[in-house]
């Protein structure tokens, strides 16, 4: 069985600190990873997506995601903070497909302090 | 990328009612799903919408608390019967084109009292 386990629930940076938000899988198949990105009540926003090609993966707003096969990891980073990145954040994983049932990580929320 | 909306957007409801939120999108998509993300907690898939079948539903959900129509390629509606407070969520359409990505509609915030 798929799942995801995203480490820490809650991370703090310094705005135009680094943002690291861990993120493990596990799979018996080569999967499809995701994050997702919600701000406060709104619905979820896909900020990139690994499919089995680049092991770096580019998204939008300054994030990207390794793939590492050997750790079983896709951690997100952004170089540099904005308060704006202030959200929760989703780690996802799809045995199928992007376009198949998604398996939710329990979230990381954000926080950016001035 | 898909356009998605939800109707309604939140609602609050009484103990024992049933109600119907719709989805519905811009162009024509492959697969519909739904999720549920409960208070301060992640999304949980609910169901596959099937176009022209009975939905598929993960272990957990079954079709009388949440039945499920797909009449066409663009829409969908999930209702939650009898409900209680423990059905007070945020309930989230998905969609995909083919092995597009999936896109996630706004939510509709239910409340039961």
């Known amino acids: 069985a798929q799942s995801v386990t995203q480490l820490g629930s809650h991370v703090s940076v310094s705005e135009g600190a680094l943002v690291l938000l861990r993120c493990n899988y596990s799979?018996?198949?080569?999967?499809?990873l995701f994050w997702y990105v919600q701000y406060p009540n709104q619905g979820l926003q896909l900020l990139l997506k690994?499919?089995?090609?680049?092991?770096l993966v580019k998204g939008i707003n300054g994030f990207e995601a390794e793939f590492k096969k050997s750790e079983t990891s896709f951690h997100l980073t952004k170089p540099s903070a904005h308060m704006s990145d202030a959200a929760e954040y989703f780690c996802?994983?799809?045995?199928?497909?992007?376009?198949?049932?998604?398996?939710f990580g329990s979230g990381t929320r954000l926080s950016i302090r001035p | 990328s898909a356009v998605i909306s939800q109707k309604p957007s939140r609602d609050i409801c009484q103990r024992g009612t049933s109600l119907t939120i719709q989805c519905q999108v811009d162009?024509?998509?492959?697969?519909m799903f739904w999720y549920r993300q409960q208070p301060g907690q992640s999304l949980t898939l609910i169901a596959t919408?099937?176009?022209?079948?009975?939905?598929?539903?993960e272990s957990g959900f079954v079709i009388d608390k949440f039945p499920i129509s797909r009449p066409n390629l663009t829409f969908s509606t999930l209702t939650v019967s009898n409900m209680s407070p423990e059905d007070s969520s945020i309930y989230l359409c998905?969609?995909?084109?083919?092995?597009?990505?999936?896109?996630f509609g706004p939510g509709t915030r239910l409340t039961v009292l």
């Open positions: 998905s969609v995909a084109a083919s092995s597009d990505t999936q896109y």
């Open positions: 799979s018996s198949v080569p999967p499809y």
């Open positions: 690994y499919t089995s090609a680049a092991t």
């Open positions: 996802a994983v799809s045995p199928y497909s992007s376009a198949s049932k998604i398996i």
């Open positions: 162009s024509q998509v492959t697969m």
């Open positions: 919408a099937n176009q022209g079948s009975e939905a598929t539903y």
